[in-house]
């Protein structure tokens, strides 16, 4: 079963998020920060991390790098999921390193079969 970490602040976000993903069979974990999503990410080893970009403190680009610049995560794929859809941010995001960028409100099509391969291009 592919374990996802979900990563947002807001916890009505991690709980929709969770509900979608585990009714499509996928194994879920949470955090609420960029840092508790590092400590998660080394301890759990997730197959994919979907995390969100604005959060407090560390915010999502700065985590998503700091897991890419970590050798026991940098091979986990990270998706992007946030309301900034500007092609500025997408960058942003593609310069931190990650593998995927899906906008809120999420389309669960867009963001599973983002899930489904990016997890097997990492298998």
């Given at each position: 079963?592919?374990?996802?970490?979900?990563?947002?602040?807001?916890?009505?976000?991690?709980?929709?998020?969770?509900?979608?993903?585990?009714?499509?069979n996928?194994?879920?974990?949470?955090?609420?920060?960029g840092?508790?999503?590092?400590?998660?990410?080394?301890?759990?080893?997730?197959?994919?991390?979907?995390?969100?970009?604005?959060?407090?403190?560390?915010?999502?680009?700065?985590?998503?790098?700091?897991?890419?610049?970590?050798?026991?995560?940098?091979?986990?794929?990270?998706?992007?999921v946030?309301?900034?859809?500007?092609?500025?941010?997408?960058?942003?995001?593609?310069?931190?390193?990650?593998?995927?960028?899906?906008?809120?409100?999420?389309?669960?099509?867009?963001?599973?079969?983002?899930?489904?391969?990016?997890?097997?291009?990492?298998?």
């Amino acid at each position: 079963m592919t374990r996802v970490l979900v990563v947002d602040d807001l916890e009505v976000n991690v709980l929709l998020l969770k509900a979608k993903l585990s009714a499509a069979n996928y194994s879920v974990l949470c955090a609420e920060s960029g840092a508790r999503a590092i400590e998660t990410a080394r301890t759990e080893h997730p197959d994919i991390i979907l995390l969100d970009v604005m959060m407090p403190g560390m915010d999502g680009y700065q985590a998503c790098k700091i897991l890419k610049d970590t050798p026991e995560t940098s091979g986990i794929p990270v998706v992007m999921v946030t309301a900034l859809d500007g092609e500025a941010d997408r960058e942003a995001g593609l310069r931190a390193g990650a593998d995927g960028y899906v906008t809120k409100p999420v389309n669960d099509k867009v963001l599973f079969r983002q899930i489904e391969e990016l997890t097997q291009a990492a298998a």
